[in-house]
Nanobody, 129 residues
Framework: QVQLVESGGGLVQAGGSLKVSCVAS????????MAWFRQAPEKEREFVAA????????RYADSVKGRFTIFSDNAKNTVLLQMNSLKAEDTAVYFC??????????????????????WGQGTQVTVSS
């Protein structure tokens, strides 16, 4: 079975940067969609960013555009999220997810957690204000 493992979370001051990573136990994820979601206490799981396995297409939530970048490292079977200019409201558990490639192309589908087939355990990101 496919497994996703996130890492890189931690504590950072507002305005700082952090990079979280997700390693997939696949030979290749080029034929899939990969995404990052986040969930703060007592809030719904929120879409952050998604990318096609090939890296040719990416999409972002409005709240992170211009600050976050999603990209893949195919040699390491890893998808990464570079987070810059962090704000206190970015504090959440960050999850990576794997789904069908076509998910990225549809706004409704890519922001819907149930559209994804495999989830990681999450990594905590805390931004101090």
């Amino acid at each position: 079975q496919v497994q996703l493992v996130e890492s890189g979370g931690g504590l950072v001051q507002a305005g700082g940067s952090l990079k979280v990573s997700c390693v997939a136990s696949l030979r290749s994820f080029s034929s899939y969609a990969m995404a990052w979601f986040r969930q703060a206490p007592e809030k719904e799981r929120e879409f952050v960013a998604a990318i096609t396995g090939s890296g040719t297409l990416s999409r972002y939530a409005d709240s992170v555009k211009g600050r976050f970048t999603i990209f893949s490292d195919n040699a390491k079977n890893t998808v990464l999220l570079q987070m810059n200019s962090l704000k206190a409201e970015d504090t959440a558990v960050y999850f990576c997810a794997l789904g069908q490639l076509s998910t990225v192309l549809n706004e409704r589908r890519r922001k819907t957690p149930t559209e994804y087939d495999v989830w990681g355990q999450g990594t905590q990101v805390t931004v101090s204000s």
